[in-house]
């Protein structure tokens, strides 16, 4: 045990005066063991003091926020059998009384003498009424709720309160600020113009102004930033000097011709990005990169070209597609572009017969270069490749990491080329993908016509109904989503199955209506798919199983019902599914929701941007609707927010590279503090970090 009035950061947190054993333990679930983590445990939210009005001043109508003592309090039964929990609050101006209806149980939680904090609409009932939007109960008497106050309010848990978190860490803040030094080099604070640690930790849990806490915050999330910049950055450097990779070289015979030969312009983007790869395949070093793109961006034909580079050197390349219809539209898409050059693409999947299948395998064996298109038929262990040199893996995040790794094993250090169709603002992507290499395509092929996007009440649905009708009986094709496949009785959505059943024998009678969800096992699956690209069926009913699908260019209507139960990001994959011909396409979105799922929605229906709706869907749903937890780091962040800090992400980034530039092990010492809060936050950091 510290000796009395002595705390050091490393202090069991037990050992605290106002601590003990039993909130030491209710302390340990919130992950403070030591001290100093004290330091780090930030505030979730603020409570602003400084603004208060005088109860006197106070009148029906205004929004108010007032500090004041509960003088008298009571749960009040109304006839209808309500009961509102209702207390008097007064000040040195005059009092006011609070009610909180539905809310008795309150009664248990404030008592007469404590100060409040209270923020909400004063109303007119017997009187003036607050109605309190939200309140803090800062205790009996409490000396620190007097006006001009920002009060931090921290995340709790059972047997700690934020009140009683908030007194322990006042208690003892001044003592572990004088005990904090900081890490990050004078320069790097001084460019990014970043209070200092111990005074971003004061302005954090004593702040004297909302402002002032920002700048706090902002000077701690800066500092996981960069940490998880320097990793990144660090654990690239070194696997780009780790991996030896083919070095091809741009003899510019089948891609000049490719290029001569398409009914089209490339996009600026695509130009773009293709010197990007073309100089990492060109390269000593292994290629691994990202080329994320918008629906419609043309990912697949940059894959080609990165292929027939390879294939021009005397390698083989694989393209691996999540689905047989994928696979086979990809195929078909390659075999059209390629026969100018008279190379015919290789087809591998799942339900490729044994007789075909035989010579394929054994043609992949040898060391002749070859284009080779599939499913995860291609990572099966009878499947062998001879001289395989670049691989491409469409919808990546539908494969697994082993898979993905499977087939990048397949040959001797080959360039990998990851695509993906969910776009994010590329600082993100930076850190979102660790240590790829990113390139972007953010420019939509010309002469694509943009979707009709609308949203329709359920008092519409006859109109809409209709409309879909009119579509199919003009020659096109439909899809309708749902969000599930059977109606439940816990929730009153529309389900795929029942509404198969009413549409084809009502709006949709005489039609051909097919059923597609994710139990019908995945043979009927692409049968049904390839049924619907064949225009052998006019509407499909379905639910997200359609959301990585092939491209039908006579599908012109994609119509949502429960649109509200759908990220932003999901529907634009399922949007994405039209507007692949020369006619007009829509989606609609049809049904009811609260306003802020219609605010939601509208932001959706106003654009096409890609990027626009995956920042926006960050912003809603998370990282983790978007990413699976395990590349989305959210884990490493416990204060910084990716979306919401992506200007700082870009300055962490750029602090990282200049401080590795000059020191790539982190030895000089102006970097030892750097070093060592890297590795106290990440101890196996260091590792990245031995020189040698």
């Excluded at 490393?10 to 050992?15: A, E, L, M, Q, S």
């Excluded at 990793?231 to 780009?240: E, I, S």
């Excluded at 292929?307 to 539209?329: D, F, K, R, S, V």
């Excluded at 591998?348 to 394929?360: C, D, E, F, N, Y």
Aim: hydrophobic share 40%; aromatic share 6%.
């Amino acid at each position: 045990m510290p000796p009395a009035g002595r705390v050091a950061l490393d202090t069991p947190v037990g050992y605290l005066k106002g601590v003990g054993p039993i909130r030491a333990e209710a302390f340990r679930k919130l992950g403070i063991t030591k001290a100093g983590d004290l330091l780090f445990h930030i505030p979730h939210r603020y409570e602003d003091a400084s603004t208060i009005s005088p109860i006197s001043s106070v009148d029906v109508g205004m929004d108010a926020t007032i500090v004041g003592k509960v003088i008298s309090k009571g749960v009040l039964p109304t006839r209808k059998g309500l009961r509102i929990f209702q207390a008097v609050i007064q000040d040195r101006s005059g009092m006011l009384e609070a009610a909180w209806p539905g809310q008795p149980f309150l009664d248990r939680s404030i008592d007469k003498g404590d100060v409040l904090l209270l923020s909400g609409p004063v109303r007119f009932y017997h009187g003036r009424q607050l109605a309190p939007r939200e309140y803090v109960n800062f205790g009996p008497d409490d000396p620190g709720a007097a006006p001009g106050r920002v009060f931090a309010v921290y995340p709790a848990t059972e047997g700690l309160t934020f009140r009683t978190i908030r007194s322990i860490i006042d208690a003892h803040l001044d003592q572990l600020l004088a005990r904090t030094t900081d890490h990050l080099p004078r320069a790097v604070l001084q460019e990014l113009s970043l209070p200092a640690l111990p005074d971003a930790l004061r302005m954090v849990h004593r702040p004297t102004s909302i402002r002032e806490a920002e700048r706090g915050r902002d000077r701690l999330a800066l500092d996981e930033l960069m940490f998880l910049q320097l990793l990144h950055r660090r654990a690239h450097a070194l696997a780009r000097t780790a991996r030896r990779g083919i070095r091809f070289v741009n003899k510019k015979e089948l891609t000049t011709k490719l290029k001569s030969e398409l009914p089209f312009e490339l996009t600026g983007a695509q130009v773009r990005v293709l010197r990007e790869i073309f100089a990492d395949m060109c390269g000593d070093r292994r290629m691994h990169r990202l080329l994320q793109g918008d629906v419609g961006s043309g990912k697949t034909i940059v894959a080609l070209f990165a292929a027939l580079l390879a294939y021009e050197n005397g390698y083989q390349a694989a393209i691996m597609a999540p689905t047989e219809l994928l696979a086979e539209q990809h195929h078909r898409t390659l075999r059209r572009l390629l026969a100018p050059l008279e190379i015919e693409p290789l087809l591998l999947t799942g339900s490729v017969k044994t007789k075909t299948r035989a010579p394929l395998e054994a043609r992949l064996k040898t060391e002749e270069p070859v284009i080779a298109v599939g499913t995860h038929a291609l990572v099966q262990t009878t499947t062998a490749f001879g001289k395989l040199g670049f691989v491409a893996i469409d919808e990546q995040h539908r494969f697994g990491v082993e898979q993905r790794a499977a087939l990048a094993k397949k040959g001797q250090a080959p360039d990998v080329l990851l695509l993906s169709a969910t776009p994010i603002p590329r600082s993100l992507a930076l850190t979102v993908y660790g240590d790829l290499d990113v390139s972007t395509l953010d420019e939509r092929p010309p002469g694509r016509r943009p979707v009709t996007t609308v949203l329709r009440r359920e008092s519409g649905r006859e109109k809409v109904l209709a409309f879909v009708r009119s579509q199919v009986e003009e020659g096109r094709q439909a899809y309708v989503v749902y969000p599930v496949i059977e109606e439940s009785e816990k929730s009153d959505l529309k389900a795929a199955t029942t509404m198969f059943e009413q549409l084809s024998a009502g709006a949709f009678a005489g039609l051909r209506v097919a059923l597609l969800h994710g139990r019908i096992p995945a043979d009927q699956r692409e049968s049904i798919m390839r049924q619907f690209r064949d225009g052998e069926i006019d509407i499909l009913v379905a639910t997200t199983v359609i959301e990585v699908g092939i491209d039908v260019a006579n599908a012109t209507v994609m119509l949502i019902e429960h649109p509200e139960r759908f990220g932003l990001s999901q529907l634009h994959q399922l949007r994405g599914r039209v507007g692949r011909g020369a006619e007009s396409s829509y989606c609609i979105l049809l049904g009811e929701a609260g306003q802020e799922s219609m605010e939601r929605l509208e932001l959706f229906a106003s654009t096409d941007d890609g990027f626009e709706i995956a920042r926006a869907d960050l912003r809603i749903r998370g990282m983790g609707d978007l990413f699976g937890q395990q590349q989305s780091g959210e884990a490493m962040l416990r204060i910084a927010d990716l979306v919401r800090d992506e200007k700082l992400n870009v300055l962490a980034r750029e602090a990282a590279g200049k401080t590795l530039a000059g020191d790539a092990g982190l030895e000089k010492p102006q970097n030892a503090g750097l070093k060592r809060a890297l590795s106290a936050r990440f101890p196996r950091a260091l590792e990245l970090f031995r020189v040698g």
